[in-house]
């Protein structure tokens, strides 16, 4: 009988629970900062493409520094190709759904993630499936997403269909991007080679997408404009390199049931930064999500 790698079903410790959950406030203020650029005039794929590129540079740095082969033989090319082409789609297709659709409704639609990584992982990794108080961790959490962002209505246009769909098609390519991850040979190398190559390929999709869609810049980046880049670049890029090296250390399903946390955090993000109020259902949906991922990572 096979044995299945420890990594696959391995579930999370109380200290990377933590740091998983830093990761997602990180990437919940990450929300609000990508508003304050797009206030102070510089469009959400330009942006993309910005850190993206100044990422990597910061990233073959640390490769540097520390001493990793960027151009090594070691047989993650095609993994690498397929998980950056997946990378670059996703961003394209949430900042450009956006266009289409309400915020409140791509978040329920991004965040069908989770549900995506637990059927892949079911099939992909065996010893990773999720029994019935995982599932049922797993919708009590996407509960909480319906009690903080309201239930979707039918799309009210043909318009609004077709940014529901990319956002579908973004949790889909979030999802896959994680599973390619795990399931291939960039589980054997460095986070920030894994890192370089979703980066590397990301600037000339989004960077793409900025010039078909008719984005620019027209003045000068503000203060505010060129902090928002800052923190998008350096903490945000951080924290990838930290997720891809989770990713390969833990259960694929129980880490990515953590990122229903991202959007709370962002709500809460906004409050804080951009004045935008809370309601009382947002504790309802913090109870909700904090009782799923309880669930989640119980053991079976």
């Known amino acids: 009988m096979t044995s299945v790698p420890a990594s696959h079903t391995r579930p999370l410790d109380a ?15 990450n929300q609000p900062m990508v508003k304050l650029a797009i206030l ?16 990597m540079l910061i990233v073959l740095g640390i490769m540097r520094w520390r001493g990793l082969p960027v151009l ?6 095609t993994a690498g190709v397929v998980a950056g082409v997946l990378f670059g789609v996703e961003f394209l297709l949430i900042y450009r759904g956006l266009v289409y659709t309400t915020a409140s409704r791509a978040v329920l639609f ?20 999720f029994g019935v108080m995982q599932w049922a961790g797993l919708l009590l959490a996407f509960a909480g997403m319906v009690v903080a962002f309201g239930v979707p209505a039918p799309a009210s246009s043909p318009h609004q269909l077709v940014g529901d769909l990319m956002m579908a098609g973004a949790a889909a390519a979030w999802a896959a991007t994680t599973l390619v991850i795990k399931a291939s040979s960039l ?29 620019r810049i027209t003045a000068m980046p503000s203060a505010v404009a060129l902090g928002s880049l800052a923190y998008q670049t350096v903490v945000i890029g ?22 229903f946390l991202t959007p709370l955090f962002g709500v809460a993000a906004g409050h804080f930064l951009l004045g935008e109020p809370l309601t009382p259902a947002f504790a309802l949906a913090v109870a909700l999500v904090a009782g799923g991922l309880i669930l989640v990572n119980r053991p079976k």
């Open 187 to 215: 589980a054997r190398i460095s986070p920030e080679k894994t890192l370089l190559y979703q980066i590397v390929l990301c600037v000339p999709i989004v960077g793409a997408g900025a010039l078909v869609f008719g984005e």
């Open 15 to 29: 200290a990377h629970m933590a740091l998983t959950v830093l990761l997602c406030l990180a990437w919940g203020f």
């Open 110 to 129: 991004i965040y069908l993630a989770p549900f995506f990584v637990v059927l892949g992982a079911r099939w992909l990794f065996p010893g990773d499936r």
């Open 238 to 259: 951080t924290t990838f390199s930290l997720w891809f090296a989770l990713i390969v250390k833990f259960s694929a399903s129980r880490l990515s049931a953590f990122t």
């Open 72 to 77: 090594a033989r070691d047989g993650t090319l």
């Open 40 to 55: 102070e005039g510089v469009p959400p794929l330009i942006q993309c493409a910005i850190r993206s590129g100044l990422g």
